[in-house]
């Protein structure tokens, strides 16, 4: 598996759980948070996600984010999409 598609499962799978696996309680879901694009730069070892509600994947007091970014092992860049 391709390094860029493999932070993507895991951080789809990390929100919205798989086969076998199960979401993270109190998370909320990659539809709630309006997740639209995941990018993977390798360089730097950044996942970007294009979200239309940013403060769900922050969470209160950036817990949620930076118990995402351990569990990745990756830094996490968030751009807010905006209709």
């Not at 639209?36 to 730069?41: D, F, N, V, W």
């Not at 390798?42 to 118990?67: A, C, D, S, Y």
């Amino acid at each position: 598996m391709k390094e860029h598609n493999k932070y993507k499962s895991l951080f789809v799978t990390y929100f919205d759980g798989c086969y076998g696996v199960d979401a993270e309680l109190d998370t909320p879901s990659t539809y709630s948070m309006g997740v639209c694009k995941l990018e993977y730069t390798e360089e730097t070892n950044t996942l970007t996600v294009h979200l239309r509600r940013p403060g769900l994947l922050i969470g209160k007091g950036g817990r949620l984010i930076n118990k995402l970014k351990k569990h990745l092992e990756c830094e996490i860049d968030i751009v807010e999409v905006i209709l």
